[in-house]
């Protein structure tokens, strides 16, 4: 009997070592390190916010502010609940947050970083930040296009969610009943982007926490996206009563 428990034991390790090997999904090796298939890096921008769920890691897409609770007694700051659009005008916005002095010369300082980085996060991090200067090389051919939209930051953001009971999350779950206006937009800012370096952009949006639960229900969301100049956010727009509910179609 403890030979059958043995060799049953070998045969599920090599099953799931095959796996790991001919698998599309991404697995972590021995080091802690991400293997991440080739299309999903070919064809998406990196995800500042969230690099390990776009490529199937886990986790989620929220982003979350404050530390941890020290004890079970812990209270939080009561939180405002309103609607997304209402607060638009609160998410503040900053000027375009980068130069165009000197890239080459910090292209080449970011290369020697990465080279001496083993840790695949922090590594592709770097690489992300080559891959973006490189992209405003190209910002002049692209410039009337990108500067149509304002743009914010992480910061920015952090602060509304510090005051407003609102998350934010990858925008797949809202495609469905986005209005004809989102879609066009969302459609020519890929194109744009596809034009400037061959890769789609990554959408989110900012909502209250209950619509991401509630597939079919009124929505109201601020659309957003990864800009391909560095790591900032441009404001697409927001959508109230022209959302579309699949229920009514």
């Known amino acids: 009997m403890k030979k059958i428990k043995i060799k049953i034991t070998e045969w599920l390790k090599n099953i799931k070592f095959k796996r ?142 510090e005051k407003y009971e609102l998350v934010m999350k990858t925008s797949d779950i809202f495609v469905p009943e986005f209005p004809d206006e989102a879609i066009s937009v969302m459609k020519k800012y890929t194109e744009e982007m596809q034009a400037l370096c061959g890769k789609k952009p990554i959408f989110y949006v900012i909502a209250e926490d209950k619509d991401f639960k509630k597939a079919y229900e009124k929505r109201d969301p601020i659309l957003l996206v990864q800009s391909p100049f560095g790591f900032y956010w441009q404001i697409l727009g927001a959508w109230d009563k022209e959302m579309l509910l699949l229920q009514y179609l």
């Not at 021995?30 to 916010?49: A, H, V």
């Open 20 to 161: 790991s090997k001919s698998s599309k999904r991404p697995f972590i090796d021995q080091n802690g390190n991400i293997n991440i298939p080739r299309g999903l890096e070919d064809t998406y921008l990196f995800d500042f916010k969230n690099w390990s769920s776009q490529y199937g890691r886990g986790g989620n897409s929220f982003i979350v502010t404050g530390s941890a609770p020290d004890s079970a007694n812990t209270k939080y700051p009561t939180k405002i609940k309103v609607k997304p659009i209402d607060v638009l005008k609160e998410l503040e916005t900053v000027p375009t947050p980068f130069s165009l002095a000197l890239i080459d010369e910090k292209i080449e300082i970011l290369k020697d970083k990465a080279s001496l980085i083993n840790q695949s996060y922090a590594k592709r991090e770097v690489e992300a930040l080559i891959e973006r200067l490189e992209n405003r090389k190209k910002y002049d051919k692209f410039k009337s296009f990108f500067d149509g939209f304002q743009n914010t930051t992480d910061e920015k953001i952090d602060a509304l969610f």
